[in-house]
């Protein structure tokens, strides 16, 4: 089994950034892909960012340039750097990881993020 703990949520100001952190625990192997996805009230769960097991990156097109996702070094760990944060980007955002063939993915419990001021 995998674990997936999120961190670094909160309320801030259009403009401003935050750092998500996601740490994974259990049953990983050396090859997985790790990312977030959010969810906004009454939206479906979408892609904001991976990284894959071989270093690339995925962006949605309305992060691309003010997200950056990034792996720690034991690719235990996920990070995704949010700035010049917009009230759209307010949602609840999960972590996902997805190892094996066929792939099983994983999710963690969510972190609010709110924007506004």
């Known amino acids: 089994q995998v674990q997936l703990v999120e961190s670094g949520g909160g309320l801030v100001q259009p403009g401003g950034s935050l750092r998500l952190s996601c740490s994974a625990s259990g049953t990983i192997f050396s090859a997985n892909g790790m990312g977030w996805y959010h969810q906004a009230p009454g939206k479906q769960r979408e892609l904001v960012a991976f990284?894959?097991?071989?270093?690339?990156?995925i962006y949605a097109d309305s992060v691309k340039g003010r997200f950056t996702i990034s792996r720690g070094n034991n690719k235990y760990t996920v990070y995704l750097q949010m700035n010049s944060l917009k009230p759209d980007d307010t949602a609840i955002y999960y972590c996902?990881?997805?190892?094996?063939?066929?792939?099983?993915?994983?999710w963690g419990q969510g972190t609010q993020v709110a924007v506004s001021s």
């Open positions: 990284v894959n097991s071989d270093g690339s990156t």
């Open positions: 996902n990881l997805r190892q094996g063939l066929p792939w099983t993915q994983y």
